[in-house]
Protein backbone atom coordinates (compact mmCIF):
# COMPACT_ATOMS: atom_id res chain seq x y z
CA UNK A 1 0.00 0.00 0.00
CA UNK A 2 1.18 3.31 -0.63
CA UNK A 3 0.09 6.94 0.30
CA UNK A 4 0.70 10.34 -1.38
CA UNK A 5 1.53 13.47 0.84
CA UNK A 6 0.71 17.03 -1.20
CA UNK A 7 1.38 20.04 0.59
CA UNK A 8 2.58 23.77 -0.79
CA UNK A 9 5.21 23.68 2.38
CA UNK A 10 8.34 21.38 1.09
CA UNK A 11 10.16 20.85 4.65
CA UNK A 12 6.48 19.81 5.87
CA UNK A 13 5.13 17.60 3.82
CA UNK A 14 9.12 16.06 3.17
CA UNK A 15 9.71 15.69 6.81
CA UNK A 16 6.26 14.32 6.86
CA UNK A 17 6.84 11.34 4.47
CA UNK A 18 10.42 10.35 5.98
CA UNK A 19 8.93 9.69 9.25
CA UNK A 20 5.70 7.61 8.26
CA UNK A 21 8.46 5.51 6.15
CA UNK A 22 10.50 5.32 9.56
CA UNK A 23 6.99 3.88 10.95
CA UNK A 24 6.50 1.54 8.09
CA UNK A 25 4.17 3.62 5.68
CA UNK A 26 5.05 3.96 1.87
CA UNK A 27 4.35 7.49 1.06
CA UNK A 28 5.25 10.02 -1.74
CA UNK A 29 4.99 13.59 -1.49
CA UNK A 30 4.94 16.57 -3.70
CA UNK A 31 4.05 20.13 -3.01
CA UNK A 32 1.49 21.09 -5.96
CA UNK A 33 -1.67 19.75 -7.17
CA UNK A 34 -0.40 19.36 -10.71
CA UNK A 35 2.00 17.47 -9.63
CA UNK A 36 -0.05 15.31 -7.65
CA UNK A 37 -2.37 14.47 -10.65
CA UNK A 38 0.41 13.54 -12.64
CA UNK A 39 1.58 10.98 -10.18
CA UNK A 40 -1.39 9.59 -9.48
CA UNK A 41 -1.36 8.57 -13.18
CA UNK A 42 1.92 6.83 -12.88
CA UNK A 43 1.15 5.01 -9.20
CA UNK A 44 -2.01 3.51 -7.30
CA UNK A 45 -2.10 5.43 -3.90
CA UNK A 46 -4.93 4.11 -1.40
CA UNK A 47 -4.77 6.95 0.04
CA UNK A 48 -3.79 10.94 0.00
CA UNK A 49 -3.10 13.54 2.51
CA UNK A 50 -4.23 16.84 1.41
CA UNK A 51 -3.07 20.08 2.07
CA UNK A 52 -6.62 22.21 1.93
CA UNK A 53 -5.19 25.47 1.05
CA UNK A 54 -2.81 24.89 -1.47
CA UNK A 55 -1.93 27.33 -4.91
CA UNK A 56 -3.91 27.03 -7.85
CA UNK A 57 -5.51 23.42 -7.13
CA UNK A 58 -6.77 23.64 -3.66
CA UNK A 59 -6.92 20.60 -1.40
CA UNK A 60 -10.58 20.42 -2.08
CA UNK A 61 -10.55 20.50 -5.14
CA UNK A 62 -7.75 18.24 -5.92
CA UNK A 63 -10.02 15.48 -3.77
CA UNK A 64 -12.63 16.05 -6.26
CA UNK A 65 -10.42 15.46 -9.49
CA UNK A 66 -8.40 12.21 -7.72
CA UNK A 67 -11.97 11.05 -6.10
CA UNK A 68 -13.33 10.85 -9.96
CA UNK A 69 -10.45 9.02 -11.47
CA UNK A 70 -9.65 7.00 -8.74
CA UNK A 71 -12.86 6.19 -6.42
CA UNK A 72 -11.60 4.29 -4.09
CA UNK A 73 -8.68 6.25 -3.12
CA UNK A 74 -9.41 7.76 0.52
CA UNK A 75 -8.57 10.93 1.60
CA UNK A 76 -7.45 12.92 5.06
CA UNK A 77 -7.56 16.92 4.72
CA UNK A 78 -4.80 18.70 6.57
CA UNK A 79 -5.47 22.03 7.48
CA UNK A 80 -3.45 25.42 9.55
CA UNK A 81 -6.48 27.22 9.81
CA UNK A 82 -8.97 24.55 12.01
CA UNK A 83 -11.93 27.57 11.04
CA UNK A 84 -15.24 26.42 10.95
CA UNK A 85 -15.76 26.86 7.53
CA UNK A 86 -12.56 24.70 6.72
CA UNK A 87 -13.43 21.80 9.11
CA UNK A 88 -17.35 21.54 7.37
CA UNK A 89 -15.69 21.43 4.18
CA UNK A 90 -13.47 18.81 4.96
CA UNK A 91 -15.22 16.97 7.49
CA UNK A 92 -17.47 16.58 4.41
CA UNK A 93 -15.41 15.52 1.89
CA UNK A 94 -12.76 13.73 3.49
CA UNK A 95 -12.33 10.37 5.68
CA UNK A 96 -10.51 12.61 8.61
CA UNK A 97 -9.42 16.14 9.43
CA UNK A 98 -6.23 16.87 11.18
CA UNK A 99 -5.28 20.48 12.29
CA UNK A 100 -1.70 21.28 11.85
CA UNK A 101 0.53 20.70 13.29
CA UNK A 102 -0.11 17.36 13.86
CA UNK A 103 1.10 14.40 15.83
CA UNK A 104 2.26 11.87 13.68
CA UNK A 105 0.89 9.18 15.57
CA UNK A 106 -2.33 10.65 15.16
CA UNK A 107 -2.00 10.77 11.35
CA UNK A 108 -0.73 7.11 11.32
CA UNK A 109 -3.69 5.91 12.93
CA UNK A 110 -6.07 7.91 10.75
CA UNK A 111 -4.41 6.12 8.19
CA UNK A 112 -4.94 3.05 9.60
CA UNK A 113 -8.31 3.79 9.98
CA UNK A 114 -8.64 4.59 6.70
CA UNK A 115 -7.27 1.65 4.97
CA UNK A 116 -8.38 -1.54 6.87
CA UNK B 1 -7.90 63.20 7.26
CA UNK B 2 -11.93 62.10 8.94
CA UNK B 3 -12.86 58.86 8.73
CA UNK B 4 -16.08 57.68 9.63
CA UNK B 5 -17.52 54.63 11.01
CA UNK B 6 -18.09 52.62 7.56
CA UNK B 7 -14.13 53.85 6.93
CA UNK B 8 -13.26 52.41 10.38
CA UNK B 9 -15.00 48.78 9.13
CA UNK B 10 -13.06 48.89 5.72
CA UNK B 11 -9.75 49.14 7.94
CA UNK B 12 -10.42 46.69 10.27
CA UNK B 13 -11.55 43.99 7.49
CA UNK B 14 -7.66 44.77 5.52
CA UNK B 15 -6.59 44.31 9.22
CA UNK B 16 -8.02 41.04 9.56
CA UNK B 17 -7.13 39.92 6.38
CA UNK B 18 -3.34 39.98 6.63
CA UNK B 19 -3.79 39.01 10.22
CA UNK B 20 -5.21 35.99 9.53
CA UNK B 21 -2.58 35.54 5.95
CA UNK B 22 0.25 36.05 8.68
CA UNK B 23 -1.45 33.64 11.27
CA UNK B 24 -1.87 30.84 8.78
CA UNK B 25 1.45 31.05 7.63
CA UNK B 26 2.88 31.22 11.19
CA UNK B 27 1.18 28.23 11.79
CA UNK B 28 2.93 26.59 8.66
CA UNK B 29 6.17 27.62 10.42
CA UNK B 30 4.90 25.65 13.52
CA UNK B 31 4.01 22.63 11.62
CA UNK B 32 7.63 22.43 9.69
CA UNK B 33 9.41 22.72 12.80
CA UNK B 34 7.09 20.60 14.37
CA UNK B 35 7.90 18.02 11.93
CA UNK B 36 11.82 18.35 12.10
CA UNK B 37 11.42 18.12 16.02
CA UNK B 38 9.66 14.93 15.24
CA UNK B 39 12.34 13.68 13.08
CA UNK B 40 15.34 14.51 15.63
CA UNK B 41 13.16 12.48 17.75
CA UNK B 42 12.89 9.65 15.57
CA UNK B 43 16.67 9.89 14.81
CA UNK B 44 17.10 9.49 18.50
CA UNK B 45 14.72 6.58 18.68
CA UNK B 46 16.95 4.87 16.05
CA UNK B 47 20.53 5.76 17.62
CA UNK B 48 18.73 3.73 20.85
CA UNK B 49 17.96 1.12 19.02
CA UNK B 50 21.87 0.61 17.79
CA UNK B 51 21.07 2.52 14.43
CA UNK B 52 23.68 5.08 13.84
CA UNK B 53 22.83 8.65 12.25
CA UNK B 54 24.11 10.41 9.58
CA UNK B 55 25.20 13.42 10.35
CA UNK B 56 24.27 14.70 7.49
CA UNK B 57 20.76 14.24 8.30
CA UNK B 58 20.71 16.36 11.04
CA UNK B 59 22.64 19.32 9.92
CA UNK B 60 19.62 18.96 7.23
CA UNK B 61 16.81 18.87 10.27
CA UNK B 62 18.85 21.87 11.91
CA UNK B 63 18.93 24.18 8.82
CA UNK B 64 15.10 23.63 8.22
CA UNK B 65 14.49 24.97 11.78
CA UNK B 66 16.69 27.82 11.57
CA UNK B 67 15.34 28.98 8.01
CA UNK B 68 12.10 28.46 9.60
CA UNK B 69 12.81 30.58 12.57
CA UNK B 70 14.13 33.49 10.12
CA UNK B 71 11.00 32.90 8.22
CA UNK B 72 9.02 33.41 11.42
CA UNK B 73 11.46 36.46 12.76
CA UNK B 74 10.45 37.96 9.35
CA UNK B 75 6.84 37.92 9.09
CA UNK B 76 6.53 38.92 12.74
CA UNK B 77 8.58 41.86 12.04
CA UNK B 78 6.43 42.73 8.88
CA UNK B 79 3.16 42.28 10.94
CA UNK B 80 4.56 44.76 13.95
CA UNK B 81 5.34 47.22 11.19
CA UNK B 82 2.13 47.21 10.22
CA UNK B 83 0.59 47.33 13.51
CA UNK B 84 2.99 50.57 14.69
CA UNK B 85 1.44 51.65 11.57
CA UNK B 86 -1.54 52.71 13.28
CA UNK B 87 0.40 54.75 16.21
CA UNK B 88 0.05 58.27 14.82
CA UNK B 89 -2.81 59.63 12.43
CA UNK B 90 -0.86 61.38 10.04
CA UNK B 91 2.77 61.00 9.87
CA UNK B 92 6.12 61.50 7.80
CA UNK B 93 6.63 58.35 6.25
CA UNK B 94 9.21 56.78 4.11
CA UNK B 95 7.55 55.73 0.99
CA UNK B 96 10.33 52.99 -0.17
CA UNK B 97 9.53 51.13 3.54
CA UNK B 98 6.11 51.65 3.16
CA UNK B 99 5.98 49.72 -0.24
CA UNK B 100 8.92 47.36 0.74
CA UNK B 101 6.87 46.43 3.84
CA UNK B 102 3.26 46.40 1.38
CA UNK B 103 5.19 43.89 -0.80
CA UNK B 104 6.45 41.59 2.39
CA UNK B 105 2.64 41.51 3.53
CA UNK B 106 1.34 40.56 0.19
CA UNK B 107 3.60 37.98 -0.88
CA UNK B 108 1.56 35.05 -0.12
CA UNK B 109 -0.83 36.43 -1.32
CA UNK B 110 0.91 36.25 -4.75
CA UNK B 111 2.02 33.01 -3.64
CA UNK B 112 -1.34 31.04 -3.85
CA UNK B 113 -2.07 33.08 -6.98
CA UNK B 114 1.53 31.39 -8.27
CA UNK B 115 3.21 34.93 -9.00
CA UNK B 116 5.63 37.09 -8.11
CA UNK B 117 6.14 40.52 -7.11
CA UNK B 118 9.38 42.32 -7.58
CA UNK B 119 10.45 45.57 -6.17
CA UNK B 120 11.55 47.38 -8.67
CA UNK B 121 14.28 50.75 -8.85
CA UNK B 122 12.66 53.32 -6.02
CA UNK B 123 14.04 56.39 -5.59
CA UNK B 124 14.31 58.06 -1.71
CA UNK B 125 10.65 59.51 -0.84
CA UNK B 126 8.93 60.74 1.71
CA UNK B 127 5.10 62.23 2.42
CA UNK B 128 2.63 63.31 5.23
CA UNK B 129 0.22 60.51 4.68
CA UNK B 130 -1.45 58.01 7.43
CA UNK B 131 0.87 55.51 7.07
CA UNK B 132 -2.00 52.77 7.74
CA UNK B 133 -4.22 53.68 4.65
CA UNK B 134 -1.35 54.11 2.41
CA UNK B 135 -0.04 50.65 3.01
CA UNK B 136 -3.85 49.50 3.08
CA UNK B 137 -4.03 51.58 -0.76
CA UNK B 138 -0.89 50.11 -1.71
CA UNK B 139 -2.30 46.49 -0.81
CA UNK B 140 -5.45 46.89 -2.76
CA UNK B 141 -3.82 48.03 -5.80
CA UNK B 142 -1.83 45.04 -5.80
CA UNK B 143 -4.38 42.56 -4.88
CA UNK B 144 -6.60 44.35 -7.84
CA UNK B 145 -3.50 43.90 -10.03
CA UNK B 146 -3.56 40.02 -9.06
CA UNK B 147 -7.03 39.28 -9.92
CA UNK B 148 -5.54 39.95 -14.11
CA UNK B 149 -2.45 38.09 -13.85
CA UNK B 150 -1.69 34.96 -15.15
CA UNK B 151 0.31 31.93 -12.88
CA UNK B 152 3.73 32.77 -13.10
CA UNK B 153 3.53 35.91 -14.26
CA UNK B 154 5.88 39.11 -12.16
CA UNK B 155 4.21 42.10 -10.72
CA UNK B 156 6.79 45.28 -10.46
CA UNK B 157 6.24 48.05 -8.24
CA UNK B 158 8.56 50.69 -8.07
CA UNK B 159 8.83 54.63 -6.78
CA UNK B 160 9.92 57.63 -9.42
CA UNK B 161 10.44 60.86 -7.51
CA UNK B 162 10.31 64.43 -8.99
CA UNK B 163 8.28 66.48 -7.95
CA UNK B 164 5.66 64.17 -6.42
CA UNK B 165 6.31 60.97 -5.78
CA UNK B 166 4.84 58.47 -7.93
CA UNK B 167 4.64 55.10 -7.30
CA UNK B 168 4.09 52.50 -10.36
CA UNK B 169 2.64 48.84 -10.38
CA UNK B 170 2.81 47.00 -13.55
CA UNK B 171 2.62 43.73 -15.41
CA UNK B 172 5.65 43.83 -17.49
CA UNK B 173 5.01 42.00 -21.10
CA UNK B 174 1.52 40.68 -20.57
CA UNK B 175 0.27 43.70 -22.13
CA UNK B 176 -2.79 43.89 -19.40
CA UNK B 177 -4.61 47.05 -18.47
CA UNK B 178 -4.57 47.23 -15.07
CA UNK B 179 -7.94 49.40 -13.54
CA UNK B 180 -8.47 51.12 -10.13
CA UNK B 181 -12.48 49.70 -8.62
CA UNK B 182 -14.22 52.10 -6.76
CA UNK B 183 -13.34 51.15 -3.24
CA UNK B 184 -9.35 52.11 -4.86
CA UNK B 185 -10.56 55.70 -5.85
CA UNK B 186 -12.22 56.33 -2.83
CA UNK B 187 -9.54 55.22 -0.19
CA UNK B 188 -7.42 57.44 -2.41
CA UNK B 189 -9.23 60.13 -2.69
CA UNK B 190 -9.24 60.07 1.67
CA UNK B 191 -5.75 59.93 0.96
CA UNK B 192 -5.02 62.74 -1.43
CA UNK B 193 -3.57 60.28 -3.68
CA UNK B 194 -4.27 60.18 -7.35
CA UNK B 195 -4.38 56.90 -8.99
CA UNK B 196 -4.23 56.98 -12.70
CA UNK B 197 -3.88 54.39 -15.72
CA UNK B 198 -0.37 54.27 -17.31
CA UNK B 199 -1.11 54.39 -20.63
CA UNK B 200 2.30 53.33 -21.71
CA UNK B 201 2.67 50.22 -19.52
CA UNK B 202 -0.80 49.51 -18.97
CA UNK B 203 -0.25 50.14 -15.27
CA UNK B 204 -1.32 51.90 -12.04
CA UNK B 205 0.43 55.12 -11.29
CA UNK B 206 -0.63 56.33 -7.66
CA UNK B 207 1.26 59.84 -7.07
CA UNK B 208 1.79 61.62 -3.63
CA UNK B 209 2.99 65.02 -2.74
CA UNK B 210 6.22 64.30 -1.47
CA UNK B 211 8.11 66.14 1.34
CA UNK B 212 12.00 66.60 1.67
Not at chain 2, 35 to 58: H, Q, W
Request: glycine fraction near 6%.
Amino acid sequence: MKILLVDDEIELVSAMAERLSLRGIDADWTDTGEKALAMAEECEYALAVLDMKMPKISGLELRRLLSGKYPTMKFIFLSGHGSEADYKAGSAEATSYLIKPIRIEDLVEKIQEATQ
Amino acid sequence: MSSTASDNLIGLRFFGKISASVSHEIKNIFAVINEAAGLVEDFTLMTEKGMPIEPERLKRVANSIQGQIQRGDAIVKNMNALAHSTDEDIQKVDLVEALSLTVSLATRMADMKQTKLELGDCDPASAIVHKFSVIQLLHGAIAIALESMAPHATLLLSLSAGDAATISISIPGQGINLKPDDALLCLAQQLNISVASNEINGGLDLTLERVD
